[in-house]
């Protein structure tokens, strides 16, 4: 199963310490501008942990054993992180969230590309993972999965105004979250579900020859 500490160790890195960029909505908190530290914004998370709008300098002085808390209890937890089997696909889907619940569409829409069927909701905005959304993860291709979240997140981030302000900046994020992984790692759990696949096809095959050869040898003893 998927381990949050090295996935919270990356989010640091490509997060960076505190900015209070104006044009970025996430830094006001009750109508004021406020601040982003690691990733956790304002308003959100952090706003839900206090019960109110932190202030400035509660964000500026936010400790990373206090931001590591904030990401596991409202996203890694949200989308069941220690639940999804493939490393790269379980980081891919919490930073996905880690976004914005928008990002976790794109998850579900992923899962129903890939599964080739509408398995699950794909014009759903709920901020966390079902059971049965996070076994459609566990079954399906990590790699295909991850290619395909790609595709619908930048498709929606593409539409947005201010693509020439962050644009390549998502960029860098993804490719630095992803190119992290190798092609191993990417595919592990599906070659694992395919050779579990394989084992339970060639037992059901000695069961039929073991049932044909016993229905065979009772014939005659009947007779």
């Given at each position: 199963m998927?381990?949050?500490?090295?996935?919270?160790?990356?989010?640091?890195?490509?997060?960076?310490?505190f900015?209070?960029?104006?044009?970025?909505?996430?830094?006001?908190?009750?109508?004021?501008?406020?601040?982003?530290?690691?990733?956790?914004?304002?308003a959100g998370?952090?706003?839900?942990?206090?019960?109110?709008?932190?202030?400035?300098?509660?964000?500026?002085?936010?400790?990373?054993?206090?931001a590591?808390?904030?990401?596991?209890r409202?996203?890694?937890?949200?989308?069941?992180?220690?639940?999804?089997?493939?490393?790269?696909?379980?980081?891919?889907?919490?930073?996905s969230?880690?976004?914005?619940?928008y990002?976790?569409r794109?998850?579900?829409?992923?899962?129903?590309?890939?599964?080739?069927?509408?398995v699950?909701?794909?014009?759903s905005?709920?901020?966390?993972?079902?059971?049965?959304?996070?076994?459609?993860?566990?079954?399906l291709?990590?790699?295909?999965?991850i290619d395909?979240i790609?595709?619908?997140?930048?498709?929606r981030?593409?539409?947005?105004?201010?693509?020439?302000?962050?644009?390549?900046?998502?960029?860098?994020r993804?490719?630095?979250?992803?190119?992290?992984?190798?092609?191993?790692?990417?595919?592990?759990?599906?070659k694992?579900?395919?050779?579990?696949?394989?084992?339970?096809?060639?037992?059901?095959?000695?069961?039929?020859?073991?049932?044909?050869?016993?229905?065979?040898y009772?014939?005659?003893?009947?007779?």
């Open positions: 998927a381990n949050f500490s090295p996935i919270f160790d990356t989010t640091l890195a490509v997060e960076g310490g900015q209070n960029q104006p044009q970025d909505k996430g830094n006001y908190c009750g109508g004021k501008l406020v601040g982003t530290k690691y990733g956790i914004a304002a998370a952090y706003q839900d942990s206090l019960g109110r709008c932190p202030t400035e300098n509660e964000v500026r002085n936010l400790s990373k054993n206090e590591y808390k904030i990401a596991k409202y996203y890694w937890d949200k989308v069941k992180g220690d639940d999804i089997k493939n490393q790269a696909l379980a980081h891919v889907v919490f930073d969230l880690y976004g914005s619940c990002g976790l794109d998850v579900r829409r992923a899962i129903n590309e890939v599964a080739k069927s509408q699950v909701n794909g014009n905005f709920n901020c966390s993972l079902s059971n049965s959304e996070v076994q459609e993860l566990n079954r291709d990590p790699k295909k999965l395909s790609k595709k619908f997140r930048f498709s981030l593409s539409s947005l105004s201010i693509l020439d302000t962050y644009g390549a900046g998502w960029v860098n993804w490719n630095e979250i992803v190119g992290q992984y190798s092609f191993k790692d990417i595919t592990q759990s599906a694992t579900y395919a050779k579990k696949n394989v084992l339970l096809t060639i037992l059901i095959g000695v069961l039929l020859v073991l049932l044909v050869l016993f229905i065979a009772r014939k005659p003893i009947l007779n």
